[in-house]
């Protein structure tokens, strides 16, 4: 490997050629690559809605849900299965296991089941819906308003959508809020019961009349005609026109029986509104690995142009991600150039003029390097992989740093500049790749780790083992040419504080290596011993100034006595001083506009605020204030303000889920549960969805009284359908969409409980059978909801956290409190939220932490042939702590998963550090110098490269730990203070362990002399 080495160094022109051209590429890449904010999470995830109308939670649970959870059980590529029952609608969250590389070949093996299952489920269940582009964001949110008829806005919703789905950018356009469409025909009971009509009668002779046959066709001539019957109504005047045929035999038009009109779906589904008005939202979705920025300004631009077209309506932005991914960028491209002028800055101060510049020139040049092979590999630019490049600044000059500091040296000492820069490189090729390699094995468990949070953050590894290979590669064949051409000997002796310190370092390893090593591991106990006083927090909340309500009525609401509750706090939330924006869905959550919103469709008791604040400094003051509101005006409705969260979406920050079958038991469980969370400080907004039930009208048809009157239960349940929602007639096809037709009387689901007993019941030809004479009427409460995890029944006691109260400390109080707590029996319980999702991140990496330490010590092994000098460098590893813990405390930063991959980066900077020491002892001895001699002088030739490394990589930390964002201090706080305790106590330490274990021979005269560091001759010994 030298010798190919030294013959590339003698092709200068070449190696700089290519170094520059390949940074040069990296420059145009960071200007031409794609933009998000985020990474997108892989399509891990699926909602299924299955709807069967008419039916209760509970009959949904027994003929439609369990039969296909059955059959879902058999694809083992899902892990969790949640469903939500509520009457009419299942809705089923699907997550696949960590481990599918191919998402689309399990979601189609997902709908073969669904299908196979539909087979086996009752008429009238509606083929099952799977939607596996649940991660698509919606990065542009637009409301139109302007007119207070919700199909007003849904028509220009439509007529923006097909506009902006011609733009190149754009994949998808969803409609939010949309008030659907639907043509009533309401008759008159009175007018009705009077001319002999019915409901039945009115829809089968509309549905007759509604119909497209083909007629046929005709040879005219030569030619074909094709017969067209006009049977299709073609208006609403139309239909009102529609003669209808009386039992007597006339016919009258249907207008003068029934109101005829086009209007909103009812029962409606969803609504919208933004501050305060009416609207009809669009979410907008980019194409994917898309330029965000690119589309943002596409879509501005056709919206520009559609305006005025529109008027008087108006649209308005909700929300655009374009510019939140701009502004992102640019703070961290700031910090980037931040860093690099800092490291820069630190080199020539550290290092000289001269000798810091020939290093400092290599930050750029290995920086774009590394972007532009990033980029060929499809790399996108979003805030992991920017915030990884600066990240990687201090870490990328350190074998820099050490070889450019070994050819000044050789220059100082008379050597030329084209031999010292060979020379240098033949020493350090190996113990530097070596170095490199056990750093790379640090990264290793971050790169193959698997799961939704090692997929945030992936591109953190990819751009550290992009930046450390090329800083390498640079090292040995950049810096030495451009040392031999720039560097010069140094006139005078130069002895400086950092020399000074290496010398007193060497003399302390000599005389006081045994109170060094105690003090270090006192050092190490009180570090630990300071454990319980970090805070564990799974990821930050998000930095947007922005938060986010759920408020939920009773399970069972109907979606406009929600949107009567959201407006009473939509109308104080205006009025709050530093709330510049409020969008509000009913009947919905939020559409999809951070990357980790949950979905959450057909949930009438449900609506969700975004609420945009001028500063996120006041959105604590906003929360506080929305938890006082709720509390005092808005009882037995559950509202839960809080801000965005970063990293994979986990819901509440504390979750307990309960199983069990038995209703009662469930029920006494939960408010256990619910009691002992609402009793830990720090816990706010304690709730759990356990439904109290809503009332059900159960109709017992008596049979017998039916087959008298020649009616059947079938007879009685249509009649009852007309008098309320409506009988289907059809499809009214004039406009670009079928719009169902249906036949209700006047009041329909408004009709009192009181009047239903009245309701005639009529079959074809037959007399009006008044209901109370066919059946009896019980009213109970059944359950609103049911939720499913896993083919188990559960409920979830949730709740949410005070400022600066971290769930670890939550969790610590509520653990004990649940394990002494004796549940009924056939009730289990197990925690979710921020819990389990720390928890399987933290698996998902530990369980390849093997991996990486075994090429670790590979390399270790490779380079050392001995177990006891990698038993030195492993050694360092834990020293690291002494330092992390006591600056997480005094920062204030959390421990979390960013923390946690700040240590394992860490891990591969110490025992770089280690690695370069030893070898320079094991250089000295082999010469022949005496053991304290040699460690003396590794420890006097090696100081400056460790210290000036361990500096750039704070300095390049720095615009991290001081950032605004919530995401990267808790990392870079943890490498920085770790990086500084570390690095003293490793230039102690390892020379002071090295005396210990190779001072005193301990046997070791075998494996001294099979290194070549004593000779195995005892007469040479003796010389």
Request: with cysteine; net charge negative.
């Amino acid at each position: 490997m030298s010798r190919l080495l030294t013959s590339l160094l003698a092709r200068r022109r070449l190696v700089l050629a290519t170094a520059f051209l390949l940074a040069a590429t990296g420059l145009a890449a960071w200007i031409t690559m794609p933009r998000q904010e985020d990474p997108r999470l892989a399509d891990r995830w699926a909602l299924a809605v299955t709807v069967f109308p008419g039916a209760d939670a509970e009959n949904m649970e027994r003929l439609v849900v369990d039969p296909i959870e059955e059959h879902l059980a058999e694809v083992e590529e899902i892990k969790k299965l949640k469903t939500t029952i509520r009457q009419g609608v299942a809705i089923m969250v699907l997550e696949l296991v960590d481990k599918v590389d191919d998402p689309d070949s399990v979601w189609d093996e997902v709908r073969r089941t669904l299908a196979e299952a539909h087979a086996e489920l009752p008429d009238g269940v509606h083929e099952t819906e799977l939607d596996e582009d649940l991660m698509d964001p919606e990065s542009i949110v637009l409301a139109i308003s302007g007119s207070g008829d919700p199909l007003v806005l849904a028509d220009a919703a439509e007529e923006v959508k097909r506009s902006l789905l011609g733009l190149p950018r754009v994949s998808g356009v969803t409609i939010v809020g949309d008030p659907g469409e639907q043509i009533t025909i309401e008759y008159d009971d009175y007018q009705t019961r009077r001319l002999g009509l019915d409901p039945r009668l009115l829809a089968a002779q509309l549905s007759a009349r509604n119909v497209t046959i083909p007629a046929g066709s005709l040879r005219i001539g030569d030619r074909t005609a094709n017969l067209r019957p006009s049977s299709e109504f073609e208006s609403v005047d139309e239909i009102a026109h529609t003669p209808i045929v009386l039992p007597s035999g006339a016919a009258v038009p249907l207008g003068d029986v029934a109101r005829v009109r086009r209007g909103p779906t009812e029962p409606n589904g969803e609504r919208m509104r933004l501050n305060g008005h009416l609207t009809v939202g669009l979410g907008v979705i980019p194409k994917k690995g898309g330029n965000v920025v690119e589309f943002g300004e596409q879509v501005r631009e056709r919206i520009e142009k559609i305006r005025p077209t529109l008027a008087p309506l108006v649209i308005e932005e909700v929300s655009f991600q374009p510019d939140r991914v701009k502004e992102r960028l640019s703070e961290l491209n700031q910090s980037l150039l931040l860093g690099i002028l800092i490291v820069a800055g630190v080199l020539i101060f550290a290092m000289g003029p001269r000798l810091g510049l020939v290093v400092a020139v290599i930050v750029p040049l290995v920086a774009f390097a590394a972007v532009a092979l990033y980029s060929m590999g499809g790399g996108i630019l979003h805030q992991i992989s920017i915030a990884a490049l600066v990240l990687a600044l201090g870490m990328l000059v350190d074998n820099a740093i050490v070889v450019a500091e070994n050819i000044q040296r050789r220059i100082d000492d008379g050597e030329g500049a084209l031999s010292a820069s060979e020379a240098a490189v033949r020493e350090l090729a190996m113990p530097l790749g070596s170095a490199t390699g056990t750093t790379l094995a640090a990264f290793v468990p971050m790169l193959i780790a698997s799961g939704p949070t090692a997929e945030f953050t992936r591109a953190i590894p990819v751009i550290i083992v992009l930046t450390l290979t090329v800083s390498y590669l640079f090292a040995v064949l950049v810096t030495p040419t451009l040392s031999a051409m720039f560097l010069r000997r140094a006139t005078g002796t130069r002895v400086d504080v950092i020399d000074r310190l290496a010398s007193r370092v060497g003399g302390l390893t000599r005389r006081r290596h045994r109170w060094i090593l105690a003090g270090a591991a006192v050092a190490m106990v009180a570090a630990f011993a300071m454990m319980p006083l970090v805070k564990k927090q799974f990821f930050a909340a998000s930095d947007r100034n922005q938060i986010i309500i759920d408020l939920e009525l009773p399970e069972g609401a109907d979606v406009a006595a929600t949107d009567r509750v959201s407006a009473q706090l939509e109308t104080v939330l205006m009025q709050h001083p530093h709330v510049r924006q409020v969008a509000s869905f009913m009947g919905r959550g939020a559409p999809h506009f951070y990357y980790n919103v949950i979905h959450r469709p057909n949930a009438p008791h449900l609506a969700q605020l975004v609420v945009t604040a001028d500063d996120k400094r006041s959105l604590n003051e906003m929360i506080g204030f929305v938890d006082e509101f709720a509390a005092e005006n808005l009882p037995g409705v559950t509202v839960v303000a809080g801000k965005l969260e970063q990293g994979p979406p986990v819901g509440a920050p504390i979750q307990v889920r309960l199983a069990g079958h038995d209703t009662q038991a469930m029920d006494e469980a939960v408010q256990t549960v619910f009691a002992e969370m609402r009793s830990i400080p720090g816990t706010r907004n304690v709730r759990h969805d356990l439904s109290i039930g809503s009332p059900t009208v159960a109709l017992n048809i008596d049979d017998a009284a039916a087959a008298r009157f020649g009616l059947s239960p079938a007879d009685v349940n249509l009649s009852v359908l007309g008098k309320t929602r409506g009988l289907p007639v059809g499809e009214f096809r004039a406009g670009e969409d079928p719009v169902p037709i249906v036949v209700r009387a006047a009041a329909g689901e408004d009709l009192p409980v009181g009047e239903l007993a009245s309701v005639d019941v009529v079959a074809p030809g037959q007399t009006p059978i008044p209901l109370t004479q066919l059946a009896t009427m019980d009213v109970s409460w059944r359950p609103a909801v049911i939720h499913h995890y896993n083919r188990e029944r559960v409920a979830t006691v949730s709740a949410n956290l005070l400022p600066n109260v971290a769930y670890s400390d939550v969790l610590a109080k509520l653990r004990p409190k649940l394990t002494a707590t004796p549940l009924p029996e056939g009730i289990t319980w197990a925690f979710d939220g921020e819990t389990e999702g720390s928890a399987g991140a933290n698996s998902a990496l530990l369980r390849s932490v093997p991996v990486g330490v075994l090429i670790l010590l590979f390399f270790l092994l490779a380079e050392f042939n001995s177990f006891r000098r990698v038993g030195i460098i492993l050694v360092t590893v834990p020293l690291a702590a002494t330092g992390v813990i006591p600056g997480l405390v005094l920062s204030g930063e959390p421990f979390g998963f960013m923390s946690l991959l700040g240590v394992i980066a860490l891990v591969g900077i110490v025992v770089n550090n280690a690695i370069v020491l030893i070898d320079r002892i094991d250089q000295r001895r082999q010469w022949g110098m005496p053991l304290d001699d040699a460690l003396a002088e590794a420890v006097a030739y090696r100081t400056r490269p460790i210290l000036l490394t361990s500096a750039t990589t704070v300095a390049g930390l720095l615009p991290l730990a001081l950032s605004g964002s919530s995401l990267w201090p808790p990392l870079a706080w943890a490498m920085i203070s770790g990086l500084i305790a570390s690095t003293m106590l490793t230039l102690l330490v390892v020379p002071s362990l090295y005396k210990v274990l190779f001072g005193g021979r301990f046997g070791g005269e075998v494996e001294e002399c099979a290194l070549g560091l004593i000779p195995n001759d005892p007469a040479a010994s003796e010389a």
